[in-house]
T-cell receptor, first 114, second 116 residues
Framework: AQTVTQSQPEMSVQEAETVTLSCTYD???????LFWYKQPPSRQMILVIR??????QNATENRFSVNFQKAAKSFSLKISDSQLGDAAMYFC???????????FGKGTHLIIQP | KAGVTQTPRYLIKTRGQQVTLSCSPI?????VSWYQQTPGQGLQFLFE???????NKGNFPGRFSGRQFSNSRSEMNVSTLELGDSALYLC???????????????FGQGTRLTVV
């Protein structure tokens, strides 16, 4: 079974600074997808960024980018120019070809200091 | 375009009762999946429905069941409720199936179930 590990339960960053959230995963599959989801206090999960494993180029969405290292099974999220609205729980998620839906990490609570 | 709607938002039930939660996906989406979120276990996949058929199921007891209607709306049912079933239940919809399609899964705001 696949596992997703987020080793940072909580991170704090100053507004306008850059922060990187870590995620590692374990899988024997070669074709899969990785996601970062944001869950603000409203509890609604919002997709931040998506990476297809067959693509070598790292995904980027405005201030959000990933560092995808397939051999190392690492998928970190970099948030540039942090804003107060970025404060939330961030979940790393894996989806493969199996029958288990999305596998989520335990989450990282991101605090933005004004 | 309306988002994913889950009802009710909050629910309080007594041990031993059963409960039914509802999820209306985004118009045109045929896949609905359900997740349980607890502080201890995090987010866990329950099951996924596509075109009224259960395609995938997570590691949950048979007390957890679901169904999908022809309009893609989905319900999940939990029978003989236990205190440990207290959780946020999230529903997600997407155009395709989770198994074969990587289109974005849009989540609802969840149903907060408290079992007392």
């Amino acid at each position: 079974a696949q596992t997703v590990t987020q080793s940072q339960p909580e991170m704090s960053v100053q507004e306008a600074e850059t922060v990187t959230l870590s995620c590692t995963y374990d899988t024997s599959e070669s074709d899969y997808y990785l996601f970062w989801y944001k869950q603000p206090p409203s509890r609604q999960m919002i997709l931040v960024i998506r990476q297809e494993a067959y693509k070598q180029q790292n995904a980027t969405e405005n201030r959000f980018s990933v560092n995808f290292q397939k051999a190392a099974k690492s998928f970190s999220l970099k948030i540039s120019d942090s804003q107060l609205g970025d404060a939330a729980m961030y979940f790393c998620a894996y989806k493969g070809g199996g029958a288990d839906g999305l596998t989520f990490g335990k989450g990282t609570h991101l605090i933005i200091q004004p | 375009k309306a988002g994913v709607t889950q009802t009710p938002r909050y629910l309080i039930k007594t041990r031993g009762q059963q409960v039914t939660l509802s999820c209306s996906p985004i118009s045109g989406h045929r896949s609905v999946s359900w997740y349980q979120q607890t502080p201890g276990q995090g987010l866990q996949f329950l099951f996924e429905y596509f075109s009224e058929t259960q395609r995938n199921k997570g590691n949950f007891p048979g007390r957890f069941s679901g169904r999908q209607f022809s309009n893609s709306r989905s319900e999940m049912n939990v029978s003989t409720l236990e205190l440990g079933d207290s959780a946020l239940y999230l529903c997600a919809s997407s155009f395709g199936t989770l198994r074969t399609d990587n289109t974005e899964a849009f989540f609802g705001q969840g149903t907060r179930l408290t079992v007392v």
